[in-house]
């Protein structure tokens, strides 16, 4: 490690940035990490969330005003009042979403965020060509090419960071006049070109700062410069991976007139050519407590806390073959368990947070037993991502949970092992529902991250997936009350520095000649060579996308909050609130004595399909088995083998099925109508979330948008359907007074049947608008 330079406090020589659009809930790690490795060697630095402060700006009933004062595109009448309505209420939206309020009230969080996302869509239609949401500003120029980044940091009409960091970014930097470096931090290709257009105008401001960039996205793209590259007009720098020692032998020497050479991982020009130096692995033991106070953690992010981010390893130790993240950082270690305590403990002191997100890439089961033992005895809650592992069990769930554990993200990608094993993943298909009842009964939320058509993947492992993805999220909230755990779901790109893409016939893929004019392209175009027709089909896709809409958040279609707010609200719950009495999962039920005169229903988690003809056929996408019966087993449920069953045939069927947890017996289960006897007048039904209502001719069918698969229904049936999908929800009291005489008793029995497969929901009638809905 160079020797440290000991710069004297004083006024700052050097600026850190992280531009956006980043996260806009809570910081990035990497500018306030670089930011504590500088001033412990004594150098006088100081960091701007510029990111924060865009958003901050635009979310503002000022901001948003003077962005449209300055716009030559006029709204329409409606858009114009759309707009200026959500502006006159945007200022209280967004201090709500920052309210711990925001948490406890999911109502008032939907309607908040409704108001903000109105005046980001106002500012996208004064910007010709962008998409502005919470996670990604789209622009009309995009980052797959450097000759649209260079056209952008010049286009006040099609980039609006042009105008924006006139009022946000040039005060600072007039406001530092001993100015000497300047570092962006680019993790995103979302920020290249906000990043580029900030050092535009540093350079038009102070041509005289030495401008250098890095971050994950840098170093993947360092390779595509060439000596000469337009994008060493506007700075002068590159560092490449980590940036710990990099910066600080870097700022040693501009701050003593040497030149840049030889500072590991920089990549600079030198007349014709680009001077490049192999990079340097930061000790993870010696890294300062990261330092925020540069970082607005009171007002400048949209969610309560702050949640701060930490790590307790670097890198990936696996090399899955879709990802590029071991490809494009150093070698993976861990950090000593007492530093990363330390750590939380300096944090917590400091900023009065107890709320934290482990960003590492992978949180792997040695770092998870040694954050329950450190964090034990402390008060924290906090969340990060971990892999599904055969040593993941309840011993271990539970002392997580006690240590402040609250959500875990878990890379699932497929509920098949052929398309596991293709992948690399290195895990079996069998550890997954274990590990996943385990950390639910402990009261730990999950998020299951899956991709759809990897080379060689069926249509049907898609759909079987998104089916296991369904019941899992299902048993979260009914067995074990867990109401927060979620699933998203993408299709498969083709990374350029993936495991595919440097051996893509091992994966019977075919790359295909990219355009010339994306040279920053990651995402390569490909053909699959092997029999099954890839790349995904128009309908895969739309299993995908319907599956990721639906399901992709626990607090309704369309809703779908950021994962600090998730957070926070699985961290809201109470301790101890579990799914079960004991808090642990029920087990597969096994048939007793009396087994023939017990009332028995579908499981929990199996699936009904109703083929035509007298066969019925339940599928489980746990376990990925089918049970066909007679479909007369089925009608009349609850109800005994002795009263349906015509031979020992039947019987011994029916037993098989209630063994393997096709079926069990008829008892109340958390959350979900197990008895017609149990539907009163005061409940209110729905169509259930992804189930929609279909006539076609005579018939009626309920449809699951996500896989497309159906029921037909009955008559009654199908009158019933159509009353709670006319209505947008029916009480029962409604549905019983438009029954025919004596039909009462099939009524009852066809919509319990609905409910317990989740065709039909349960609501409370009350469903109010929040306030702030209304002043909207």
Known sequence: MPTAPRHQPGPSRVLLINPP????????????????????????????????????????????????????????????????????????????????????????????????????????????????????????????????????????????????????????????????????????????????????????????????????????????????????????????????????????????????????????????????????????????????????????????????????SRSCAWKCAFCAIPFASDKFRIRAPEAVVAELDELHRRHGTRDFQFVDEILTVRSMRALARGLADRDYRWYGETRFSPTIDRRLTDALHKAGCRRLDLGLESYNQDVLDRMRKDIKASWIAPNLDALLASGISVHLFGIAGFPGEARWQTARTVEFATATLARSRERYAVPDSTFGIGPFVLDALSPVAAAPEQFQVRVLHQDPGEDLQMALRYDYTGSLPQPLSAEDRDIAARADRILGSAFGEGERPAEEVVFLRAAARRRGERGDQDGRPPGVPCPGPHWERTPLRPAGGWVVRLREGERTVLYEPREGALFTLPSRLLDGLPATADAVCRDSAERALVRAALHHGCLEPDQPDAGLLTSAAQLTGDLLLRLGPGTQLVTEAADVFLTSRITGQRLRLSDCGGAVARLVAADEGSPWADLVARCAPGSLPRLRTFVWRLLVNRLLSVETPDRSPHPLAERR
């Open 21 to 312: 659009l980043w996260n806009p809930y809570a910081p990035h790690l990497a500018v306030p990490l670089l930011l504590a490795v500088l001033r412990r060697h004594g150098v006088a630095a100081s960091a701007l969330d510029l990111s924060a402060e865009t958003m901050r700006h635009l979310l503002s009933r000022d901001g948003a005003g003077a962005y449209a004062a300055e716009r030559e595109e006029v709204l329409g009448a409606r858009a114009r009042d759309q707009f200026e309505a959500a502006r006159s209420s945007v200022d209280r939206a967004a201090a709500f979403l920052r309210s711990r309020e925001s948490i406890t009230d999911p109502d008032g969080h939907r309607a908040a965020t409704a108001v903000c996302q109105a005046v980001l869509d106002g500012v996208a239609v004064l910007t010709p060509g962008a998409d502005l949401s919470f996670d990604r500003f789209d622009l009309r120029h995009r980052p797959v090419s450097s000759r649209q980044v260079m056209r952008a940091v010049t286009d006040a009409v099609h980039n609006p960071y042009v105008q924006i960091f006139e009022q946000v970014l040039v005060p600072r930097l007039r406001a530092l006049p001993h100015l000497e470096v300047v570092g962006l931090s680019v993790s995103a290709d979302s920020q290249l070109i906000a990043a580029l257009t900030a050092a535009r105008l540093i350079r038009r401001e102070r041509p005289d700062v030495h401008i250098t960039v890095g971050g994950n996205f840098v170093t993947r793209i360092a390779d595509r410069l060439w000596p000469g590259h337009p994008f060493f007009t506007l700075i002068d720098s590159l560092v490449c991976y980590e940036g710990e020692e990099s910066l600080v032998d870097l700022v040693d020497r501009l701050l003593s007139g040497r030149p840049p050479h030889g500072v590991p991982g920089i990549v600079v020009p030198d007349g014709d050519e680009l001077h490049r130096c192999p990079s340097a692995t930061a000790s993870l033991d010696e890294l300062p407590v990261p330092d925020f106070t540069d970082h607005p953690l009171a007002d400048g992010y949209l969610a309560p806390g702050p949640v701060l981010p930490v790590i307790a």
